[in-house]
């Protein structure tokens, strides 16, 4: 993952999958983070850089799992030399680490640096450090009950090898310790985070990194029970990675070794945040009703309910806000809001009742500004109005009634036209009310590409 100045362009993004089923699943993480992505099959990989052009996300399928090791890496190698500069390279790998993880990974790594060297020679005067080429393996995939704990995968609660992959036909799994199978048949070597380390958060986590590069490691092992462990890891990277290029000391690339969240949260973590779409939801309702509604919505994972930073009177403070949601903007959805608990409840004037819907919807036009806003969420009459007004639309286009008083529609004119909104009224609903708002929208947005 090399650090680029790039915030207005889309990524380029290469994924070279060892079979066509775990590419198409790994792809899929990505689409669903919003971005363009497409799977490649057959051998002709002739068209990768015009694809990559295209996409922001390339599925290359391999086929390489059950090769011999030295073909897999050529294929491997191959691919990656053809696609040339990428933003992010990912080695997908299954994930119950079967087939010529260590082979493939290793040719992925070597090929990448084989790149980084050429790109640097070809650079008149260069005099930085060299970029050092390094591999994160992170392969827990939580959803599909695959997690890591102690440099060990588990499917289920067990051991690889005390489960029916130990007779497998094809790749029959004799040890489920993730250094011990990258290194096996390589020269790999690694070093390993464990969920201690992880649990302590991101100063531990950041100085074990450290400590393994400082050995000389290829690959970064890293333990992850929850999506929120593997995205944890990637932005302690990403804080790193930067320090160190913006100081002039290391340049670090990393290239991902995974069955696909790790590679997602590497993208998310580096990668310009106009190159993510969000929902964003916007609310300026002080009502139980409201609040009942945000709670229910802070429980999904994939949300973030943030309040609005507020200023000396308590008001909606503009710029402080934007760089709040900025710096959460890894989740699939951010909802701002004045009031989430009775605690935020405070006796208003006149004139600041009627600047926070104001206040609100400059943050919003602020964001949309900054941030790739793929659908967007209101309650609340006055902060509706309000924002479609700083957004200069004409008003909405409606399109369907999703429970009473709350409507799916698409922004008429402006600076957003054609962009999904929901709006609801502040006492409209039960508590699972706004969750089907946001779930209409998440598919609104998903239809409109």
């Known amino acids: 993952m090399s650090v680029t100045e790039q915030a207005e362009l889309s990524p380029r993004i290469l994924i070279i999958a060892d079979d066509l089923t775990g590419g198409n699943a790994c792809g899929a993480l990505f689409a669903e983070a919003g971005l363009r992505t497409m799977t490649v099959t057959g051998g ?4 990768l850089n015009t694809a990559l052009d295209e996409y922001d996300a390339i599925v290359v399928n391999a086929n390489s799992r059950h090769l011999p090791p030295a073909e897999a890496a050529a294929i491997t190698s191959s691919i990656v030399a053809t696609a040339g500069e990428v933003d992010l390279l990912a080695c997908r790998i299954d994930t119950t680490l079967r ?4 082979a493939t990974a290793e040719a992925a790594l070597r090929a990448r640096a084989s790149l980084t060297s050429t790109a640097r020679a070809g650079v008149e005067g260069a005099t930085s450090a060299p ?3 390094l591999g994160l393996c992170v392969p827990a995939f939580p959803s599909s009950g ?7 995968q588990l499917l289920n609660g067990r051991l690889l090898e005390d489960t029916e992959l130990a007779h497998d036909v094809r790749s029959p799994m004799t040890t489920s310790e993730v250094a011990t199978i990258l290194s096996d048949g390589t020269e790999l070597s690694c070093h390993t985070i464990d969920i201690s380390t992880v649990l302590a958060g991101p100063t531990a986590i950041r100085a074990e990194v450290l400590t393994g590069i400082a050995s000389g490691v290829d690959v970064i092992v890293a333990d992850a029970l ?5 995205d944890l890891i990637g932005t302690v990277l990403a804080d790193l990675t930067r320090e160190a290029a913006e100081a002039g000391s290391q340049c670090f690339d990393w290239v991902a070794i995974d069955p696909g969240p790790g590679s997602l949260s590497l993208a998310r973590a580096f990668l310009p945040a106009r190159t993510r779409s969000i929902l964003l939801g916007v609310s300026g309702s002080a009502t139980e009703v409201t609040r009942t509604q945000l709670a229910a919505l802070a429980e999904d994972p994939d949300i973030h309910v943030m309040r609005a930073e507020l200023d000396a009177e308590g008001l909606p403070e503009v710029e402080a806000t934007v760089r709040a949601v900025c ?7 951010i909802v701002i809001a004045t009031v989430l608990d009775p605690t935020d409840l405070r006796e208003l004037t006149a004139e600041h009742s009627e600047l926070i819907p104001r206040q609100l919807a400059m943050i919003t036009a602020a964001v949309m500004e900054r941030l790739n806003v793929a659908g967007l969420y209101t309650t609340g009459g006055d902060v509706t109005a309000a924002v479609l007004s700083g957004l200069d639309a004409l008003g909405m286009e409606i399109d369907t ?5 709350a409507v799916g529609g698409r922004i008429a004119g402006g600076r957003a036209a054609g962009l999904p909104i929901v709006t609801k009224g502040g006492l409209i609903g039960e508590a699972g009310t706004a969750a089907l708002c946001f779930d209409h929208l998440n598919h609104a947005a998903r239809s409109r590409g």
């Open 44 to 47: 002709d990989h002739s068209m």
């Open 99 to 102: 087939g010529n993880v260590g």
């Open 131 to 133: 970029t050092r080429v």
């Open 146 to 152: 695959r997690v890591t704990v102690g440099g060990r």
């Open 226 to 230: 929850t999506v929120n462990h593997i």
């Open 327 to 333: 710096g959460v903007a890894s989740a699939r959805a």
């Open 401 to 405: 009634e999703i429970v009473p008083l």
